[in-house]
C-alpha cells in the first residue's frame, strides 16, 4: 500500500542509533540469560550495587548476584520456567523497555515449604532497565500477581474478584 | 505535538484532576487495556474509569519515574500512583480511607496529537494489600 507517511517499523529504523543497537544486544543478551536459566549471566548484567524491583520482593534487591539467587528461586519453583518476548524497545535516555509472557508450571520446592500446585501458568509483564554503559543500573518489572495466582490455583476466581477494585 | 507531549499532557491532566481533558486526549475509537479488565475499554466505558478513579482518588497524583520515546509515536512511561481512597469506585466499593503509593508501567500509542491505545502494567495484589482487601 501506498503512503505518504512513514510505517512504524520505519520510524523505528530512523530513530535507530548505535547506542540504541547496542543495548537492544545486551538486553537481548540479559532477556536469554533468564529464558536459559544462566544465573552467571545474569549476575554480570548488573552495575555493583545496582537496585531490581519486582512486586513479589518487598524490598529491592542489590547488586547482580542477588538478581542471580532470586532467578534461582524462581527456576527452583518453576523447572520450566521460559519467558517469551513480545516487545523490545529503546528510548532516548538509555532505558531499554520489554515486554515478554512467562510461562512456567508450578512443581519444585518453594522456599516457605509451601507445596507446589502442579499447575501451569502464562504471565505477561514488562521490565524497564536503565543501562550504564553496557550494564544494568536499575531494573523495575511489572507484572500481576493476582493473575499468577489465579492461574496457579492460589486465589480462586471469587475471591480475586473481591480483592480487586476499581473496576 | 510530538508522543511525549501527548504524554505530558495526560500526567498533567491527571495531576491536575481534569477528567474532561483527560478524556479529550484519546482518540474516537481508542482502547484502554488493563490487567483489571478482562476486555479492553473504549468510549463511554473508558471515560467512566477515567472519572472514577478521580473520585475514588480525590488526591490523586501521578508520579513518573521514567518516560521515553520508543519510536513511532510509542511512549514507555513508569509511574507510582498516590493516593488516598476517600471516594467510591465505579464498581460501588466504598471508600477505604486509606493511602495508596503503587506502581505501574504503560505504553501510550500515540497519532497526531491523540492516544490510540494504552496498555497498563500493575499488580493488583500490591493495590489490594494497600486498600487492605484480603481474599474472603
Given at each position: 500500500m501506498l503512503t505518504s507517511c512513514p510505517s512504524k517499523d520505519q520510524l523505528k529504523q530512523i530513530k535507530s542509533t548505535p547506542m540504541s543497537t547496542k543495548l537492544l544486544e545486551l538486553d537481548r543478551r540479559?532477556?536469554?540469560?533468564?529464558?536459559?536459566?544462566?544465573?552467571?549471566?545474569?549476575?554480570?548484567?548488573?552495575?555493583?550495587?545496582?537496585?531490581?524491583?519486582?512486586?513479589?520482593?518487598?524490598?529491592?534487591?542489590?547488586?547482580?548476584?542477588?538478581?542471580?539467587e532470586w532467578a534461582?528461586?524462581?527456576?527452583?519453583?518453576?523447572?520450566?520456567?521460559?519467558?517469551?518476548?513480545?516487545?523490545?524497545?529503546?528510548t532516548e535516555n538509555g532505558i531499554v523497555v520489554n515486554e515478554w509472557v512467562y510461562s512456567g508450571t508450578d512443581t519444585g520446592p518453594h522456599p516457605d515449604g509451601t507445596p507446589p500446585t502442579e499447575r501451569a501458568a502464562k504471565c505477561p509483564g514488562v521490565t524497564i532497565s536503565q543501562y550504564e554503559g553496557d550494564k544494568i543500573r536499575w531494573q523495575r518489572v511489572y507484572t500481576d500477581r493476582l493473575d499468577e495466582q489465579l492461574q496457579y490455583g492460589n486465589v480462586e476466581l471469587k475471591q480475586a474478584q473481591h480483592v480487586q477494585v476499581g473496576s | 505535538m510530538n508522543a511525549l507531549e501527548v504524554a505530558q499532557r495526560q500526567v498533567d491532566a491527571w495531576n491536575g484532576h481534569d477528567a474532561d481533558a483527560l478524556i479529550a486526549l484519546y482518540a474516537e475509537g481508542a482502547?484502554?487495556?488493563?490487567?483489571?479488565?478482562?476486555?479492553?475499554?473504549?468510549?463511554?466505558?473508558?471515560?467512566?474509569?477515567l472519572k472514577s478513579v478521580l473520585t475514588a482518588f480525590p488526591d490523586f497524583r501521578l508520579e513518573v519515574i521514567s518516560?521515553?520515546?520508543?519510536?513511532?509515536?510509542?511512549?514507555?512511561?513508569?509511574?507510582?500512583?498516590?493516593?488516598?481512597?476517600?471516594?467510591s469506585f465505579m464498581d460501588g466499593t466504598p471508600p477505604t480511607g486509606r493511602t495508596v503509593a503503587?506502581?505501574?508501567?504503560?505504553?501510550?500509542?500515540?497519532?497526531?496529537?491523540?492516544?490510540?491505545?494504552?496498555?497498563?502494567y500493575l499488580d493488583r495484589q500490591t493495590v489490594a494489600e494497600q486498600l487492605g482487601r484480603k481474599p474472603k
Amino acid at each position: 500500500m501506498l503512503t505518504s507517511c512513514p510505517s512504524k517499523d520505519q520510524l523505528k529504523q530512523i530513530k535507530s542509533t548505535p547506542m540504541s543497537t547496542k543495548l537492544l544486544e545486551l538486553d537481548r543478551r540479559y532477556f536469554d540469560a533468564w529464558h536459559n536459566h544462566d544465573a552467571d549471566a545474569i549476575a554480570a548484567a548488573f552495575a555493583e550495587n545496582s537496585t531490581y524491583t519486582h512486586p513479589a520482593l518487598p524490598e529491592p534487591l542489590v547488586g547482580g548476584p542477588a538478581v542471580a539467587e532470586w532467578a534461582k528461586t524462581v527456576w527452583t519453583i518453576l523447572p520450566d520456567f521460559k519467558l517469551d518476548l513480545v516487545s523490545r524497545d529503546a528510548t532516548e535516555n538509555g532505558i531499554v523497555v520489554n515486554e515478554w509472557v512467562y510461562s512456567g508450571t508450578d512443581t519444585g520446592p518453594h522456599p516457605d515449604g509451601t507445596p507446589p500446585t502442579e499447575r501451569a501458568a502464562k504471565c505477561p509483564g514488562v521490565t524497564i532497565s536503565q543501562y550504564e554503559g553496557d550494564k544494568i543500573r536499575w531494573q523495575r518489572v511489572y507484572t500481576d500477581r493476582l493473575d499468577e495466582q489465579l492461574q496457579y490455583g492460589n486465589v480462586e476466581l471469587k475471591q480475586a474478584q473481591h480483592v480487586q477494585v476499581g473496576s | 505535538m510530538n508522543a511525549l507531549e501527548v504524554a505530558q499532557r495526560q500526567v498533567d491532566a491527571w495531576n491536575g484532576h481534569d477528567a474532561d481533558a483527560l478524556i479529550a486526549l484519546y482518540a474516537e475509537g481508542a482502547t484502554y487495556h488493563s490487567p483489571r479488565f478482562d476486555h479492553p475499554l473504549k468510549g463511554k466505558a473508558l471515560g467512566d474509569f477515567l472519572k472514577s478513579v478521580l473520585t475514588a482518588f480525590p488526591d490523586f497524583r501521578l508520579e513518573v519515574i521514567s518516560k521515553g520515546d520508543t519510536g513511532g509515536g510509542l511512549v514507555a512511561s513508569q509511574w507510582v500512583i498516590h493516593g488516598t481512597h476517600t471516594g467510591s469506585f465505579m464498581d460501588g466499593t466504598p471508600p477505604t480511607g486509606r493511602t495508596v503509593a503503587y506502581p505501574g508501567a504503560s505504553f501510550l500509542q500515540v497519532e497526531g496529537d491523540k492516544i490510540q491505545s494504552e496498555h497498563i502494567y500493575l499488580d493488583r495484589q500490591t493495590v489490594a494489600e494497600q486498600l487492605g482487601r484480603k481474599p474472603k
